[in-house]
């Protein structure tokens, strides 16, 4: 996922009401934009912290600013929540999860379970069909451990109960997290921070749910899948 218009160096001066935040451009500017990510971004959102933004002139956009990442830790990580589905389009079209290669229809927002829809949808090749979700992941409190989530997601464990359905069905249904930094080698469930989530995981996994991570390249100019990592048992980090 390549960005053009190139982004816009500037320095974070505060994230506030979820969805917005104050900056300075590096010519000293004062800016005020949207920050497209609604969850708690814990140790992202430190004062002084560079940043990167992307500009848009649409007359519909109430903000011409958007925040898309922030440098932490000494690496870049992508904040913006809905680029993990494109990242993940991209690594599946590309082969990169071997174990979903050969699947001839990839389909986007279907409708399942009771009240959800699916990310992706993979059919073909007489193969059972395939039920991708994403995850978005950017948190990190161990060096090379990336967690998620990073606070309570009542909406993603019951996800993962919907795909087990799909897995007990005879379909396959697979957890996909998309990890928007190159600086992690594993991920990790967080217990400590949604037992709930970490519980409806191990649930998911005994019917069957598959997990992959992809981690990312992160620079000012594009945001790409690079390999996949290990994923860890559910449980805190040891710090």
């Given at each position: 996922?390549?960005?053009?218009?190139?982004?816009?160096?500037?320095?974070?001066?505060?994230?506030?009401?979820?969805?917005?935040?104050?900056?300075?451009?590096?010519?000293?500017t004062?800016?005020?934009?949207?920050?497209?990510?609604?969850?708690?971004?814990?140790g992202?959102?430190t004062?002084?912290?560079?940043?990167?933004?992307?500009?848009h002139?649409?007359?519909?956009?109430?903000y011409?600013h958007?925040?898309?990442?922030?440098?932490?830790?000494g690496t870049?990580?992508?904040?913006n929540?809905?680029f993990?589905?494109?990242i993940?389009?991209?690594?599946l079209?590309?082969?990169?999860v071997?174990?979903?290669?050969?699947?001839?229809?990839?389909?986007?927002e279907q409708r399942y379970?009771?009240?959800?829809?699916?990310?992706?949808l993979?059919?073909?090749?007489?193969r059972?069909h395939?039920?991708?979700?994403?995850?978005?992941v950017?948190?990190?409190?161990?060096?090379?451990?990336?967690e998620f989530?990073?606070?309570?997601?009542t909406?993603?464990?019951?996800?993962l109960?919907?795909?087990?359905?799909m897995?007990?069905?005879?379909?396959?249904?697979?957890?996909?997290?998309?990890?928007?930094?190159?600086?992690?080698?594993?991920?990790?469930l967080?217990?400590?921070?949604?037992?709930?989530?970490?519980?409806?995981?191990?649930?998911?996994?005994?019917?069957?749910v598959?997990?992959?991570?992809?981690?990312?390249?992160?620079t000012?100019?594009?945001?790409?899948?690079?390999?996949?990592?290990?994923?860890?048992?559910?449980?805190p980090?040891?710090?």
């Amino acid at each position: 996922m390549i960005f053009d218009p190139p982004l816009v160096r500037a320095t974070l001066v505060q994230r506030y009401k979820r969805f917005l935040f104050d900056a300075l451009v590096d010519d000293g500017t004062p800016v005020t934009g949207f920050c497209p990510n609604t969850g708690s971004m814990r140790g992202l959102t430190t004062p002084g912290s560079p940043i990167w933004m992307s500009l848009h002139d649409s007359p519909t956009r109430k903000y011409r600013h958007m925040l898309e990442m922030v440098e932490a830790d000494g690496t870049l990580v992508g904040i913006n929540a809905a680029f993990a589905n494109r990242i993940a389009e991209e690594a599946l079209v590309a082969g990169l999860v071997p174990d979903l290669r050969g699947y001839g229809s990839l389909r986007r927002e279907q409708r399942y379970g009771t009240r959800s829809r699916i990310d992706f949808l993979l059919s073909g090749s007489g193969r059972p069909h395939c039920y991708v979700e994403v995850k978005n992941v950017h948190f990190m409190r161990a060096l090379g451990l990336a967690e998620f989530p990073d606070t309570v997601t009542t909406r993603g464990a019951r996800h993962l109960e919907e795909l087990g359905d799909m897995a007990e069905a005879g379909h396959r249904a697979v957890m996909l997290y998309v990890v928007q930094r190159q600086d992690c080698d594993r991920l990790r469930l967080c217990s400590d921070l949604d037992p709930r989530y970490a519980a409806a995981f191990r649930r998911a996994a005994a019917r069957g749910v598959e997990a992959y991570v992809l981690r990312c390249r992160v620079t000012p100019q594009e945001i790409v899948a690079t390999d996949l990592i290990a994923m860890d048992e559910a449980g805190p980090p040891a710090l």
